[in-house]
T-cell receptor
Framework: QKEVEQDPGPLSVPEGAIVSLNCTYSNSAFQYFMWYRQYSRKGPELLMYTYSSGNKEDGRFTAQVDKSSKYISLFIRDSQPSDSATYLCAIGFQKLVFGTGTRLLVSP | DTGVSQDPRHKITKRGQNVTFRCDPISEHNRLYWYRQTLGQGPEFLTYFQNEAQLEKSRLLSDRFSAERPKGSFSTLEIQRTEQGDSAMYLC????????????FGSGTRLTVV
């Protein structure tokens, strides 16, 4: 079993839709949970991080962590074509473990 | 400072050749990380430095791989006797010590071994 599981997609949605991206993880010791966005031929860019359980909101993005279920989510409201990218979840501190990434396509 | 810089952006090499990549981190970041990313996968941890000290190496970093950060600034990653399986994107990232969750990644070096 991989430490972090993530559906690779692709996930195709129309502009304006609410997008839900999810990961599960196996090691309950992890405390930091991150979401990165990666455009083609670029390095990952940190979107948000969450410490322990709970929600965190930043503009159109909301990150959720449910440590009891070992489940992390990223919600994107009012999705835009510019949100089309691969979204990577990551867990850990210093040494991060990444999911495979979910490719998101937002069509105009 | 415009971020983490990696050079070259692309490298094509013949199997068996040695290659070296360079990473220049954000100047005030004393933590520097190397990751490898293959197509359709997330980045995999290779190694990281605090200043010039290499603190951890993944088992993915075979004897053919060596990383250095001689003066605690830029870092190099060398692969000796390259194999086709080494073809990947090699990503460098940096962070402040207390921000191990908040890496800034470079755009990576794409290696193709033919």
């Amino acid at each position: 079993q991989k430490e972090v599981e993530q559906d690779p997609g692709p996930l195709s949605v129309p502009e304006g839709a609410i997008v839900s991206l999810n990961c599960t993880y196996s090691n309950s010791a992890f405390q930091y949970f991150m979401w990165y966005r990666q455009y083609s031929r670029k390095g990952p860019e940190l979107l948000m991080y969450t410490y322990s359980s709970g929600n965190k909101e930043d503009g159109r993005f909301t990150a959720q962590v449910d440590k009891s279920s070992k489940y992390i989510s990223l919600f994107i409201r009012d999705s835009q074509p510019s949100d089309s990218a691969t979204y990577l979840c990551a867990i850990g501190f210093q040494k991060l473990v990444f999911g495979t990434g979910t490719r998101l396509l937002v069509s105009p | 400072d415009t971020g983490v810089s990696q050079d070259p952006r692309h490298k094509i090499t013949k199997r068996g050749q040695n290659v070296t990549f360079r990473c220049d981190p954000i100047s005030e970041h004393n933590r520097l990380y190397w990751y490898r990313q293959t197509l359709g996968q997330g980045p995999e941890f290779l190694t990281y430095f605090q200043n010039e000290a290499q603190l951890e190496k993944s088992r993915l970093l075979s004897d053919r791989f060596s990383a250095e950060r001689p003066k605690g600034s830029f870092s190099t990653l060398e692969i000796q006797r390259t194999e086709q399986g080494d073809s990947a994107m090699y990503l460098c990232a940096s962070s402040l010590p207390g921000e191990g969750y908040g890496y800034t990644f470079g755009s990576g070096t794409r290696l193709t071994v033919v």
